[in-house]
């Protein structure tokens, strides 16, 4: 027999906004390069035909640093996370 369940009609839509990413870096030669960036998005969904929605963003900042010396390149690189997610 075939009915209709109640989740077989559902979808699922999402919507995002444009995200923002920023970029910098600092390169003189005999001295380490020094980079840096940060990257931010959000979104948010809705599942169609139930009141269910949520949402949720984020944002990163990296910052990096190389050198070469005697040979051997050195790097070093650290990430600072942030999320939030909002769910029903």
């Not at 390069?33 to 990163?60: E, F, M």
Request: proline content about 5%; charged content about 15%; overall charge positive.
């Amino acid at each position: 027999m075939k009915g209709n369940s109640p989740c077989r009609d559902r979808r699922l839509e999402t919507h995002g906004t444009p995200g923002l990413s920023i970029g910098a870096g600092a390169f003189y030669e005999g001295l380490p390069t020094l980079q840096a960036s940060y990257n931010r998005t959000s979104n948010s969904y809705d599942i169609l035909g139930t009141h269910t929605d949520g949402s949720g963003s984020s944002q990163v900042l990296s910052l990096s640093s190389s050198y070469m010396l005697k040979g051997f390149n050195w790097r070093a690189l650290t990430r600072i996370r942030g999320s939030i997610r909002i769910f029903p």
